[in-house]
Structures are given as C-alpha cells and as structure tokens.
C-alpha cells in the first residue's frame, strides 16, 4: 500500500516537473522571438561611406592658423631671397670693381716699364753724347796746345771768357801759362778769376 502511494506521488512529482519544463521552454522561446522582433524592428544606422574624406584640422601652433603661418613662410623666403640677390649683387659689383683695379694697376705697371726703358735709352743717348763732346773736346784742346801761343791767345780772347777758361784748364799747365803770356791783361784776370772760383768750388765739393 505505501509502495503504491510512493508511485503515484512520484508519477505527480515528475508530472508537475514535466509542466515546469515545459513552461519554462515556452517562455524562454518567446522572449527569444520578442528579442528578436525587437532588434528587426530597429532601423538601422546608415553606414554608407561618403564620397568625400574627413577633414582633419591642422594642428595650430601658438594659436596660429596654417595659412597664416604659410603666409609667415612665405614672406621670410622672399625676404632671404632679396638678401641674396643683394648680396649676390655687392659681390659682383666688387669683383667688377677689383678687376678695373687690376686691370688699372697693370697698365700702370706696363707704362712704368715704358718710362723706364725710355729713361735707359736717354741716359744711353746722353752718356754717349757725353763721350763724343768730351772726346770732341779733348781733341780740340790737343789742337789749341800745339798752335802757336800767340795764335792761340788771338783765338782765346775772341771766345767767351768762361768758353776760354774750359778750354785752359784742360791743358797741360806749360801751355795754358804760354797762352795766358799772350793775352791782354783784363782778359787775362777775367779768364784767372773764372779758374780760381771753379777751383774753389771744386775743392768744396770734395
């Protein structure tokens, strides 16, 4: 008798375990389907990418636009440009400078060369004419020492007095006393004092 009532009160315990089953299927089932018609209903966002890319904001410096600073960039490139055109300029402009001085100091050193030679072929020209005159009269005073002194005085006393005195000092001193014999006395003393300052002047600058 109590086995009999153990089974039935088991057979109504897994009954009743059966409908909970059941209950809690159906329900978990709806809300599955009411989740579902929930998230079907949803609209859905538009996620069609636009034609035309973000644009991203420059970083600003120091609260600067860009463009103002390209504009900054821009006016100190130019600025440094015009510097170097200037400077570029000025270096040419010396160099040109340079060059004419150069060139200036080139010609002057050519023509001091000129000067020069003209200077050397002058001193040539008069040493030689020195040597002529000096042999010239070297000559003519052998001639004045071998005349006659009386022929010669009449020479002497028709030249100038300073011309006579040149021609007397260079003879040996026996001819010049012999012509001096045979000069008037005035010419005489003329062609004596003439002698006796070349002399003097002679002795002062040794």
């Known amino acids: 008798m109590k086995l009999y009532h153990y089974a039935l009160k088991f057979r109504d315990v897994s009954s009743l375990t059966l409908i909970i089953a059941l209950f809690v299927g159906s329900a978990a089932t709806r809300l599955t389907l009411s989740a579902g ?5 949803t609209p859905e966002q538009d996620v069609t990418p636009t034609s035309e890319p973000m644009q991203l904001e420059t970083p600003k410096e120091g609260g600067a636009p860009a463009g103002t600073q390209r504009d900054r960039l821009g006016k100190l490139l130019k600025t440094l440009q015009e510097k170097q055109a ?5 270096e040419k402009a010396q160099e ?3 060059r004419a001085l150069d060139d200036a100091a ?3 050193d050519e023509r001091l060369d000129q000067i020069a030679i003209a200077e050397q072929k002058l001193r040539d020209t008069l040493a030689l004419s020195n040597n002529a005159a000096e042999d010239d009269l070297a000559r003519l005073t052998t001639v004045y020492e071998n005349m006659k002194p009386k022929d010669a005085a009449a020479l002497f006393e028709a030249m100038k007095p300073e011309f006579a005195a040149g021609f007397l000092g260079r003879m040996r001193p026996d001819a010049a006393a012999n012509i001096m014999a045979g000069l008037k006395p005035e010419f005489a ?3 004596s ?3 006796a300052g070349r002399n003097a002047n002679a002795k002062k600058s040794g």
Not at 37 to 41: E, I, K, L, N, T
Request: proline share 0%.
């Open 86 to 90: 200037q400077l570029t300029a000025r």
């Open 37 to 41: 018609s929930a998230f079907a209903q």
């Open 106 to 108: 080139q010609r002057i």
């Open 96 to 98: 040109d400078r340079q």
């Open 189 to 191: 003393y003329t062609i």
């Open 193 to 195: 004092v003439i002698l």
